[in-house]
């Protein structure tokens, strides 16, 4: 076959056949653009900016949280009270994530015994014969006695027995209950590890000082390196308004990239930390938005009886997702993509051939060129041999 950029002619002078060179620049052209074209996809993608000369290994991680912030709450039924940590971080300690209530219905005094059901299409009752003994629905409070008892002046519904009185969850306090729950904190402490380079870190740098940590709130410009993060910034730099999500819950996430150049410096490896929010907010579907749990708190009086308070809690989760990859110099993946670039040239003969017989205007004459039959004189003008290469 002839190669790219250079066809072959051959004539015969004699009895012994004679080879001509027959270039075209054109040719030659397109053969060295496809041949840079190649060189420069082996040094700048595949080793400047995939750093194909690496070893790389994924992060190992751990995560632990501390919330802090107190606010005041004044309402009728409660009162004057104060929230802290205790009340308002449900559970104390999560698995990457921290819960931190922000809207919530309380239903306090709740003691076992019979009260009617909240009213809704099934529950309505005239006589007790709407009412079934022992029937539990899917979102009933109690187990029905079979009883058509008065909820109000003006309709009666099936009594239940139960944790009495009911909880009502049809109105949802707006604004949120705790409105200042944007100014409370989140301190972050992340570990990671390399193992396959033994590397550790965590993103409490060595430059950080106790004095430092005491005073410093997270900011992307002028402290992208502190680890307390002020919740409303969060919900903010995610482009939702905390007000807003307060009111019904929702879950943001922190993300905290480690990527690492272990062939520089311990020091070049630092975490960078973007937020968004993980669950959807769309305006056209609004069946079960947000996020909510209840609990509730026990205890007992005087007389022994058994009484709770019923939470139901409405508010924001907050998931800690680290992401990471490190690499570093190593013999065995620089031969391999060495070889590999070098092996991508033999391609460049293949590429010139399509373009040139296929593409350019002056096509068919380099096929004539390319493709050449012969004729041996020696063994007469009838037998030919088709160099077809």
């Known amino acids: 076959?002839?190669?790219?950029?250079?066809?072959?002619?051959?004539?015969?002078?004699?009895?012994?056949?004679?080879?001509?060179?027959?270039?075209?620049?054109?040719?030659?052209?397109?053969?060295?653009?496809?041949?840079?074209?190649?060189?420069a996809y082996v040094i700048g993608w595949v080793f400047l900016w995939e750093k194909g000369y690496q070893e790389t290994?994924?992060?190992?991680?751990?995560?632990?949280t501390k919330v802090k912030g107190v606010t005041l709450t004044n309402t009728s039924s409660l009162g004057a009270r104060i929230w802290d940590v205790a009340d308002y971080v449900i559970p104390p300690q999560g698995e990457n994530a921290v819960f931190v209530m922000t809207n919530v219905i309380l239903t306090l005094n709740q003691t076992q015994g019979h009260c009617p059901e909240l009213p809704d299409d099934k529950t309505i009752c005239t006589t007790k014969e709407d009412c079934a003994p022992g029937y539990v629905g899917t979102h009933s409070n109690g187990i029905q006695t079979g009883k058509c008892v008065p909820y109000n002046s003006s309709i009666k519904t099936c009594e239940i027995f139960a944790w009495c009185p009911v909880e009502n969850d049809s109105y949802i306090p707006k604004p949120a209950f705790l409105q200042e729950a944007e100014n409370f904190t989140i301190l972050v402490k992340n570990n990671i590890w390399y193992p396959k380079f033994n590397f550790s870190k965590r993103n409490i740098l060595p430059t950080i000082n106790s004095t430092y940590l005491k005073n410093c709130i997270y900011d992307s410009q002028t402290d992208p390196f502190c680890p307390i993060f002020r919740l409303g910034k969060i919900v903010e730099a995610a482009g939702q308004n905390f007000q807003e999500m307060a009111v019904e819950g929702g879950v943001m996430g922190l993300q905290i990239n480690w990527d690492c150049n272990l062939d520089r410096a311990a020091s070049h490896c630092v975490p960078r930390y973007s937020f968004r929010r993980l669950d959807s907010k769309d305006s056209a579907h609004t069946v079960s938005p947000g996020y909510?749990?209840?609990?509730?708190?026990?205890?007992?009086?005087?007389n022994g009886t058994e009484s709770r308070t019923l939470a139901k809690a409405y508010g924001i989760r907050f998931d800690i997702l680290v992401f990471g990859k490190a690499g570093k110099f190593d013999v065995i993946p620089t031969m391999i993509n060495i070889g590999s670039g070098l092996a991508l040239f033999g391609v460049a003969t293949v590429l010139c051939d399509i373009v040139v017989l296929y593409c350019m205007k002056k096509r068919y004459y380099y096929r004539e060129k390319k493709y050449k039959y012969v004729e041996d004189y020696e063994l007469g003008g009838s037998e030919t041999y088709g160099t077809n290469s």
């Open 57 to 64: 290994d994924s992060v190992v991680s751990s995560i632990t």
């Open 292 to 302: 909510n749990f209840r609990f509730a708190k026990y205890y007992k009086d005087q």
């Open 1 to 39: 076959m002839v190669s790219c950029g250079a066809f072959y002619s051959f004539l015969f002078e004699y009895d012994t056949p004679r080879i001509v060179l027959i270039r075209s620049r054109k040719v030659g052209l397109v053969n060295r653009l496809v041949q840079l074209a190649i060189l």
